[in-house]
C-alpha cells in the first residue's frame, strides 16, 4: 500500500485479471517466495542518504521510528507530524524548501514540530503489529508532553486517528491530509486491495522473509514516475537549474524504500482496507475497542480534486465518523493529486499556511457561537 507518483498499474503484472488465473500466480508467487533469501539484495541502510531540509536531532531512538525535533524554540503548542509508513521515507513531510510540511508549519509560526522518521523493518521487526506503532507513537507523545497537536499524512492520518480516538486527552488538535479511513467510499487503493486475492499479500510476506520489501512494493504497486508525474507533484516548472536538481532529489527519495514488518503489512491489509474496522466501529486498538465518536478535538481535513489514491470524498466523509461538533470540524480541498499534498508548491502556498493558522487559532469564539 505505497504512496504513489503514478497510477496503479504495477501489480497487474502480478495479478490478472481473469480470477480463474489467479491460482496460477499464487503458485507462482508460492514457488517464488521459496527462493526469497536468493533475490535479496543489500540490507535497507539504516537513514536516508538524502540530507533534512529543516535541520533536527532525534529525541528519541525507538523500535519503530527515531522521533526527529525539527523546532525552533522551546516554547509554545507542540505539533507532532505523523508521516505515513507506507513505502517511503519519512522526507515525504521535509522534501525541500517550499516542499516541506515541516517548513510550512514553522513559517506559519509553529516553532515546536516534531516528525516520526519511521525504521525501514529489520527481521527482529517482522512480527511487530498496528499496536506496536501505536504504543510508540504514545511514548512519543509522552516525551514530548500532551496534549499535542497530531497532524497525520496519508497512512500516518489513520493512525493519528486512532490514536486520537484511544487517547482523546493526549491530542489536543488533528489535521487529516490525504488519510484512508472509510474504505466503504470507493478508490483506486480500495479496488486494487480488495481485487487482489489474500494470497498475495501472504506470499509478498514469505517472500521477505517476514517483511514485505519496499522494492518489491514498489515494483508491484506502481509505475515508475514520469516526469509528468513528479511536475504534477511537486506542482512546478523542473526546467530551470532548481527543477532539475529537484527532479533528481524526488527520484533518489522515490527509490529509497522502507520494508514493512509482515504483521503490521497484513493488518492493514485485512483489518482497515479490507473489513473497514476503522470506519465500522470493529477496531481494536491496544486492547480497546475504538470508537470514532471518542474523537471531540478540533479536526481539519485536507483533501486532494485530483487524487486517485485517496479521494476527496473519501478524505472529507471522515468528518461524519467523529464527535467532534460540526463547529470545530474545518474542511478544505485543492487542485492536486496524492503527494501534491505533502509536497506540491501550490498546496504549500494557500493549504499548509491555512492549516498552521488554524493550529493557533484561539477557537473560544467558535465554541461561544456554537453554544
Known amino acids: 500500500m505505497a504512496e504513489k507518483a503514478g497510477k496503479d498499474r504495477g501489480i497487474q503484472d502480478a495479478i490478472p485479471d481473469d480470477p480463474l488465473l489467479w491460482p496460477f500466480a499464487a503458485a ?9 533469501w536468493l533475490e535479496r539484495g543489500p540490507a535497507e541502510q ?11 536531532n532525534v529525541a528519541l531512538e525507538l523500535v519503530t521510528m527515531r522521533l526527529r525535533d525539527c523546532s525552533r524554540g522551546r516554547s509554545g503548542q507542540a505539533a507532532l507530524v505523523c508521516a505515513p509508513y507506507a513505502l517511503h521515507r519519512a522526507l515525504i513531510a521535509d522534501f525541500a524548501p517550499g516542499h516541506s ?20 523493518a529489520t527481521s527482529d521487526m517482522r512480527y511487530l503489529s498496528i499496536d506496536s506503532y501505536l504504543g510508540d507513537l504514545n511514548v512519543a507523545v509522552d516525551e514530548i508532553g500532551a496534549p499535542v497537536d ?45 481485487n ?11 517472500r521477505g522473509g517476514g517483511n514485505v520489501r519496499g522494492e518489491e512494493m514498489l515494483h508491484l504497486w506502481s509505475k515508475a514516475p514520469s516526469r509528468d508525474d513528479i511536475v504534477q507533484a511537486l506542482q512546478r516548472d523542473l ?18 524504500t522502507l520494508d514493512l514488518p509482515g504483521k503490521y503489512y497484513l493488518e492493514i491489509v485485512n483489518r482497515i482496507f479490507r473489513k473497514n474496522q476503522i470506519a465500522g466501529g470493529g477496531f481494536k486498538a491496544l486492547g480497546r475497542t475504538v470508537d470514532l465518536k471518542d474523537v471531540k478535538a478540533p479536526v481539519f481535513l485536507l483533501a486532494g480534486l485530483d487524487d486517485d489514491v485517496v479521494p476527496a470524498a473519501q478524505a472529507l466523509a471522515t468528518a461524519g465518523l467523529l464527535g467532534t461538533p460540526p463547529a470545530f470540524i474545518a474542511a478544505a480541498s485543492e487542485p492536486s493529486n496524492h503527494l501534491g499534498l ?30
Open 28 to 36: 507462482r508467487l508460492a514457488m517464488d517466495s521459496c527462493l526469497w
Open 46 to 56: 539504516e537513514e536516508s542518504s538524502l540530507p533534512w531540509t529543516t535541520p533536527n
Open 101 to 120: 510540511v515541516v517548513g510550512s508549519l514553522q513559517d506559519g509560526g509553529v516553532d515546536r514540530v516534531y516528525l516520526t522518521d519511521w525504521r525501514s
Open 150 to 194: 497530531l497532524v497525520g499524512l496519508c497512512q500516518g492520518g489513520w493512525l493519528s486517528l486512532l490514536y486520537a480516538a484511544r487517547f482523546p486527552a493526549k491530542v489536543r488538535r488533528l489535521v487529516l491530509v490525504g488519510a484512508p479511513v472509510d474504505l466503504s467510499i470507493d478508490s483506486s487503493l480500495s479496488r486494487l486491495t480488495h
Open 196 to 206: 487482489a486475492p489474500e494470497m498475495v499479500y501472504d506470499q509478498l510476506v514469505a
Open 239 to 256: 526546467s530551470d537549474e532548481e527543477g532539475a536538481a529537484l527532479l533528481t532529489r524526488f527520484d533518489r527519495w522515490n527509490a529509497e
Open 342 to 371: 505533502f509536497m506540491g508548491a501550490r498546496t504549500h502556498a494557500h493549504a499548509w499556511p491555512r492549516i498552521a493558522e488554524w493550529l493557533r487559532d484561539d477557537l473560544s469564539g467558535v465554541l461561544a457561537r456554537s453554544a
